[in-house]
């Protein structure tokens, strides 16, 4: 079973600084997606980013972009310029490539993100 | 933003009792899920569907049931309702089967068992 995991339970950044969010995982498969959502206080669950297995590049979002090392199975977020409304909850997720009846996803325990002023 | 709604938002209930979450999508999308959040653990997967009456267990399916009679209504049902069920649930949905899709998810149904 693929596990992941989160070894940052708390993070903080001051504002307009650039921090990084660490995310493992455990995989035998060689084809699979990765994913970071987001989770403000709201409690609403937005995607920030995902990266394909069989992409090389990292991907990029505006201020949002992933270091996706696959041999070492390591995908973490970094938010640059950090602005007070980064403040949430980021979950790590990994879901498995095209096979099987339904694309199913595996969560991290999640880093909270404060931002100071 | 994918139309998916939860109800109730928010309940109460005590040791014992049956309860049904409802999920509702009006995006005609074909796969379903429910997790469940809890400190420390994350998003875990209870049960999910991939058609009008296709269902499966997830990671944490022990203690619930689902059923799913049309697309756009994906029920969850605690039979007996524990305290270790008090969760935050949260409905999700995708198109397609592709990993690179989507899941977009609902609000979110907090759950207290007394």
């Known amino acids: 079973a693929q596990t992941v995991t989160q070894s940052q339970p708390e993070m903080s950044v001051q504002e307009a600084e650039t921090v990084t969010l660490s995310c493992t995982y455990d995989t035998s498969e060689s084809d699979y997606y990765l994913f970071w959502y987001k989770q403000p206080p709201s409690r609403q669950m937005i995607l920030v980013i995902r990266q394909e297995a069989y992409k090389q590049q990292n991907a990029t979002e505006n201020r949002f972009s992933v270091n996706f090392q696959k041999a070492a199975k390591s995908f973490s977020l970094k938010i640059s310029d950090s602005q007070l409304g980064d403040a949430a909850m980021y979950f790590c997720?990994?879901?498995?490539?095209?096979?099987?009846?339904?694309?199913?996803?595996?969560f991290g325990t999640g880093t909270r993100l404060q931002v100071t002023l | 933003d994918a139309g998916i709604t939860q109800s109730p938002r928010h309940k109460v209930t005590e040791t014992g009792t049956p309860v049904t979450l409802r999920c509702h999508q009006t995006e005609n999308h074909r796969y379903m899920y429910w997790y469940r959040q809890d400190p420390g653990h994350g998003l875990r997967l209870i049960h999910y569907?991939?058609?009008?009456?296709?269902?499966d267990k997830g990671e944490v399916s022990d203690g619930y049931s689902v059923s799913r009679s049309k697309t756009e209504d994906f029920l969850l049902t605690l039979e007996s309702a524990t305290s270790s069920q008090t969760s935050v649930y949260f409905c999700a949905t995708t198109p397609l089967r592709s990993g690179s899709s989507e899941q977009f998810f609902g609000p979110g149904t907090r759950l207290t068992v007394l």
């Open positions: 997720a990994y879901r498995e490539g095209d096979t099987g009846t339904a694309s199913k996803l595996t």
């Open positions: 569907s991939y058609g009008v009456k296709d269902t």
